[in-house]
């Protein structure tokens, strides 16, 4: 594991928050060994100098600063004297914090809290270092705000969501702490903590910002990891089970339309394929079904999509994305719209196309795989009539298929007016992260239903397949056993999700240069 960009101390004991970017890996590390963080001795420095020098300019200067001595919005000409600067920031906190709907996952609040931190620690919000140290604690003692999923619009930030998170620093509004639902008064009591009474810019600091969405794009896009590996070795399984030709996957093809992510489709399944004895039997048939034929092209095109998003992620991820931004050495505080979250929702729409096409194709396949051709019997039953066989978990992929297309439309094509014509155009970022969640999990049922057809298939084949899938379908089979009459094919599913769930751990994914 490369830790060049989070400095760890003793045995993986603490990591260390610097200036330095994170990674995906070390990221990914990060939240799967659920390790405590630290700040950096040079990030103290540039927050507490950013604070002093923020202190600095309001006393000795009677200038109109955004969001620091004004209203918000479209109250940004009200200007706010020094003795209601703090109440003006709680009450900041407070009018924002009206998210509706579902609550957010607790992994994806952890998220938010590690990537707020990450942009305060870059020295140019004026935030008290304490007030830092406090998301610092709660993502270490994992004492998580509640937010609520609606009320973004991915631009001025996730002004809604942040504001639950920037409640329970002000000892107000609930958190999910020892696996309950708690008074956040209550916990910091117990905890022995006074509530953080904000400063001057404080609010606006810890409401602006885009971590909201891009917690969500980030807990996205590793699991998009798995599920694009996974559709690789479950299209390699359902190929062999089709009695599927190997020429599409030669290297050949690939060089003269050399797309990275196709090249390392059919490099990877080709792999897979090695010492397959079934494929390479004589085949009737001169050609496939464009969804065994097209593997490389299409799971290649979401590779490379991945890829896309990864940038975008990264970048956000290691931003400074609240306003105004002050910047000490050169004296100037400026007032712009990093909060904006186009990037994003770009990002997230892209995601989520890119991941409904894995789950579309895979669907195609199954159809194939149930419907009596290349010597495969119908719906993979024998008796089929008596047996209804896999008919219907072919309707349920249909079924999800068919709810990812309207979830992958782009939300970022939308916008609206808000804060009286102020916030005038707004990126709907917030949106698509609720819907990107949303499809990448209805993909995981998808190709949970392509295996158990895959599967079943096989059993109708006379020589193995390949060794390495050889070994995949044995396990699976462990947790799916062979159809031999009707079932409740629910359980079925959840069985064939779980394993998929189990079969690779995250940090394999990361290994070898996965992401290629």
């Known amino acids: 594991m490369d830790y060049s960009n989070l400095m760890s101390s003793s045995a993986h004991s603490m990591i260390i928050i610097s200036n330095k970017p994170f990674d995906l890996k070390s990221l990914n590390d990060l939240i799967l060994n659920q390790t405590s963080i630290k700040l950096a001795d ?21 200038d109109v600063i955004y969001g620091i001595n ?38 994806v609040i952890k998220l938010m809290l590690l990537l707020k931190i990450k942009a305060l620690c870059y020295g140019h919000s004026g935030v008290q270092l ?35 998170i920037a409640l329970a620093i002000i000892g107000e509004g609930e958190v999910w702490y020892n696996g309950r639902r708690q008074a956040t008064t209550k916990v910091l009591k ?201 008919m219907i978990p072919q309707y349920t992929a249909a079924s999800i298929v068919s709810a990812n297309k309207q979830l992958a439309t782009p939300a970022s094509v939308d916008s609206i007016v808000s804060s009286n014509g102020q916030e005038d155009h707004v990126s709907m970022g917030a949106n698509a992260a609720i819907q990107a969640v949303q499809v990448v999990e209805n993909v995981e049922q998808i190709l949970a239903i392509e295996l158990i057809n895959a599967s079943q298939a096989l059993f109708y084949r006379s020589h193995k397949t390949a060794p390495f899938l050889e070994k995949f379908i044995t396990a699976f089979r462990e947790a799916v056993p062979k159809v031999t009459r009707d079932r409740i094919f629910h359980k079925d599913i959840q069985k064939s999700l779980e394993f998929l769930k189990s079969s690779i751990h995250e940090n394999e994914l990361f290994t070898e240069d996965y992401i290629d």
């Not at 004004?70 to 020094?82: D, E, P, S």
């Not at 709660?138 to 996730?158: C, E, K, M, R, W």
């Not at 996957?249 to 992510?261: C, E, T």
């Not at 991941?355 to 199954?366: C, K, P, V």
């Open 70 to 107: 004004t209203g918000f919005g479209a109250l940004h000409n009200v200007k706010i004297t020094a003795a209601n600067l703090i109440q003006l920031q709680e009450n900041l906190v407070r009018s924002h914090a009206c998210g509706t709907g579902a609550f957010v996952p607790q992994p």
């Open 190 to 390: 117990e905890k022995g903590w006074s509530p953080i009474s904000l400063q001057s810019k404080e609010g606006l600091a810890l409401l602006n910002g885009t971590q909201f969405m891009s917690a969500y794009a980030l807990h996205c896009l590793l699991k998009c990891y798995k599920i694009s590996y996974l559709s690789d070795v479950i299209a390699a399984l359902s190929l062999e089970a089709f009695n599927g030709r190997l020429e599409p996957f030669d290297r050949l093809i690939h060089s003269v339309r050399p797309h990275k992510g196709q090249i390392i489709t059919a490099e990877r399944i080709s792999k897979f394929l090695e010492g397959s004895i079934l494929m390479r039997e004589k085949k009737e048939h001169v050609q496939d079904p464009y969804s065994f034929r097209c593997i490389p092209q299409v799971h290649g095109a979401s590779k490379d999509t991945l890829e896309f998003v990864r940038q975008t992620v990264l970048i956000e991820i290691n931003s400074v994305t609240d306003n105004p931004n002050i910047f000490v050495e050169e004296d100037v505080i400026i007032s712009g719209g990093n909060f904006h979250g186009q990037p994003l929702a770009f990002a997230l729409d892209y995601l989520k196309i890119s991941m409904a096409e894995l789950g579309s194709i895979s669907e195609r396949r199954t159809f194939q795989l149930i419907s009596g051709l290349r010597g495969l019997p119908s719906f993979l039953i024998d008796k089929p009539g008596l047996n209804s066989g896999l």
């Open 42 to 62: 040079d990030v103290i420095f540039k927050i507490e100098s950013c604070r002093s020098y923020l202190n600095y300019k309001l006393e000795s200067s009677q």
């Open 130 to 164: 304490k007030t830092v140290q406090r998301l610092v604690d709660f993502y270490n003692y994992d004492i998580l705000p509640i937010v609520y999923t609606q009320g973004s619009l991915g631009a001025s930030g996730d002004l809604a969501p942040l504001a639950h």
